[in-house]
């Protein structure tokens, strides 16, 4: 299994603070944010990360981590020169994932729950993770069935369709690479993620788990304040 983080991206929802440096090396509590995505993907033993950055900051990030020999990993570098969607990580870093099973996680994405038995008993397919939330229209949505299993996923559905959003963290096999290759750009100019979900969807290959702690997608002040707060407490108790 290799690790993806995505930290590409302008953060324009967090200006001022992010024209001097990026949304993902923005302090939560008592460290950059990166590393609580960064901490994720540790936990489950994953050891070859791929960091993609944008290109104004790609520095202070290899300031920051290193080689990842003192976290006790391997970490390389691709440059994101434009943020064209999620799905184009898996493009980036096609070379990276090669024959491997990949967990990706956003740079900006801090959760409660351990996910590391689910990634580590990983066979085939795809698994992503769902959270309710009070305002599903900025997210990808999931709607279930009776028996809590996914029929239809949609990017910032403009009517109702659950209020499950699609959180921060993809777990595919090494298709996933070719599945992103036949992604086309959305209205929004982007290769969209929830169409690699719906490409393993329509094969009967995707599983989605609920996430039971806190999930914070911090791109915004108020949930970069939450996040700090979150994180201030777990490091009281």
């Known amino acids: 299994m290799k690790g993806i983080i995505l930290s590409g991206g302008t953060g324009t929802r967090l200006q001022p603070l992010t024209k001097v440096t990026s949304k993902q090396l923005l302090p939560v509590h008592d460290r950059p944010m990166i590393m609580y995505p960064l901490q994720t993907l540790l936990l489950a033993g994953i050891k070859d990360i791929l960091v993609i950055v944008a290109p104004d900051h790609a520095g202070d990030y290899m300031k920051l981590l290193g080689s990842g020999r003192e976290l006790g990993c391997r970490i390389t570098y691709e440059i994101q020169d434009k943020p064209e969607g999620l799905a184009q990580a898996f493009i980036i870093g096609e070379d990276f994932i090669d024959n491997d099973s990949v967990c990706m ?57 659950s209020d499950y959003a699609i959180t921060g963290l993809y777990i595919y096999d090494r298709r996933v690479v070719e599945a992103a290759k036949q992604v086309k750009p959305s209205n929004r100019g982007e290769l969209e993620i929830t169409e690699l979900h719906n490409w393993y969807l329509k094969r009967g290959e995707l599983q989605v788990s609920i996430v039971k702690g806190e999930w914070i997608d911090a791109g915004t002040f108020e949930s970069l304040f939450r996040a700090a707060e979150l994180m201030r407490k777990k490091h009281l108790k």
Do not use: C, W, Y
């Open 105 to 161: 996680i956003l740079g900006d994405n801090i959760f409660e729950d351990d996910f590391s038995d689910t990634i580590k008993q990983f066979k085939s397919g795809g698994h992503v993770f769902a959270k309710k939330v009070p305002d599903p229209e900025r997210f990808g949505v999931v709607k279930f069935n009776d028996q809590m299993e996914a029929v239809q996923i949609e990017e910032k559905p403009k009517s109702f369709l």
